[in-house]
């Protein structure tokens, strides 16, 4: 091989080397540390962090399958988009038989809170747990669990002109005819069910609805 080849073939050796060699080492800048060395323990945005992988549907989910959860470790619910919003819910400790461990929760307005919007968002923070639909700029419907409780609340702020009524509707699964799938020692205890909510309406000067 002719020295001329050699020098030819070394040359993008010797241009990779000569780049290592000149590179600059990066450098943290004091805002890219986590530690902070005057507490002692790590300074994290966690907030903004785990924002970035917010679970987000940018037109309305129909698809109970494919509801996004919320909860707060005890009571939890799957929401889908489905005459207004529609909850599947459901506690750790509500029966044996988990088929019949659920409810329904809807909440409807009239005129529908599904109607007449361009722009639709739900997003599901995974910093604080809340789930938030938005429609247009005019209507937000957040849905969160109380911490250490099986307190679930929903919060909606609908700034509509027109709005004749608000409902929410609660159900229980008919557990009359529910069977012994899960060898429960006695079953007549998971057929006692009960329904609580409590609804609060804040009147505003704009006639807006908010409860």
Do not use: C
């Not at 010797?14 to 902070?36: E, H």
């Not at 750790?92 to 019949?100: E, H, R, T």
Request: proline residues 5%; hydrophobic residues 35%.
């Amino acid at each position: 091989m002719s020295m001329v080849k050699r020098f030819l073939w070394s040359l993008p050796l010797l241009a990779l080397v000569g780049a290592l060699l000149s590179a600059t080492p990066a450098l943290a800048s004091p805002a890219d540390a986590a530690f902070d060395q005057s507490t002692g323990a790590l300074d994290v945005d966690y907030a903004g962090y785990l924002s970035k992988h917010d679970i987000v549907h940018n037109r309305p989910n129909t698809n109970p399958l494919y509801g996004m959860t919320v909860g707060n470790g005890r009571t939890g619910a799957m929401v889908w988009s489905q005459n207004g919003l529609t909850m599947q819910t459901s506690g750790v400790d509500l029966s044996q038989q988990s088929a019949f461990a659920a409810g329904p929760v809807n909440l409807a307005t009239s005129p529908g809170m599904d109607t007449g919007y361009t722009t639709f968002q739900q997003r599901l923070s995974l910093y604080d747990g809340t789930l938030t639909t938005k429609y247009d700029s005019n209507r937000t419907v957040t849905v969160m669990g109380s911490p250490n409780s099986e307190v679930m609340g929903i919060h909606v702020d609908d700034n509509r002109s027109g709005v004749s009524s608000v409902a929410l509707t609660l159900s229980m699964r008919d557990t009359a005819n529910l069977s012994n799938s899960g060898d429960v020692p006695d079953l007549n205890t998971w057929k006692t069910v009960s329904t609580f909510a409590h609804l609060q309406l804040v009147p505003r000067q704009n006639s807006s609805h908010r409860a």
